[in-house]
Nanobody, 125 residues
Framework: QVQLVESGGGLVQAGGSLRLSCAAS????????MGWFRQAPGKEREFVAAIRDIGFTTYYADSAKGRFTISRDNAKNTVYLQMNSLKPEDTAVYYC??????????????????WGQGTRVTVSS
C-alpha cells in the first residue's frame, strides 16, 4: 500500500530553519505531484508548497514565498521542504501529500490521493 512518511519536524526558535522530508513508497513516485500542507490548532489544513511531476514546476503559498523551498528526488522517492526564517505563525503539523497527474491543481488539497501522518513544527518566539 501507499505510504508517505514525514520527518524533520521539531522545535526551533524564530528565525531558525528546518528541513522536512517525506519518503514515499508503494507508488510510482515520478507520476505524482507532491505537496506540503499544514494545519495549525483550530484552523483548516492549508496549502504551503507543491512540486509537479512533470517539469518540476513549483508553487508556493504567499506565506511561504521567499522563505520555503520545495524539492524532490525521484531516485529516492522523497520530497523535501526547506524552511528558513521561521516565524511563530509557521507553527503547525505539516503534512505531505501525493496527487497523480494533478497539474496546476497541485495547490488544492482536494485533488490529492494520499496523505502522510504529519510532522509537528513548533516555532518559539
Amino acid at each position: 500500500q501507499v505510504q508517505l512518511v514525514e520527518s524533520g519536524g521539531g522545535l526551533v526558535q524564530a528565525g531558525g530553519s528546518l528541513r522536512l522530508s517525506c519518503a514515499a513508497s508503494g507508488l510510482t513516485f515520478s507520476n505524482y505531484a507532491m505537496g506540503w500542507f499544514r494545519q495549525a490548532p483550530g484552523k483548516e489544513r492549508e496549502f504551503v508548497a507543491a512540486i509537479r511531476d512533470i517539469g518540476f514546476t513549483t508553487y508556493y503559498a504567499d506565506s511561504a514565498k521567499g522563505r520555503f523551498t520545495i524539492s524532490r528526488d525521484n531516485a529516492k522517492n522523497t520530497v523535501y521542504l526547506q524552511m528558513n526564517s521561521l516565524k511563530p505563525e509557521d507553527t503547525a503539523v505539516y503534512y505531505c501529500a501525493a496527487g497523480r497527474r494533478i497539474g496546476a491543481q497541485a495547490t488544492s488539497k482536494r485533488y490529492y490521493d494520499y496523505w502522510g501522518q504529519g510532522t509537528r513544527v513548533t516555532v518559539s518566539s
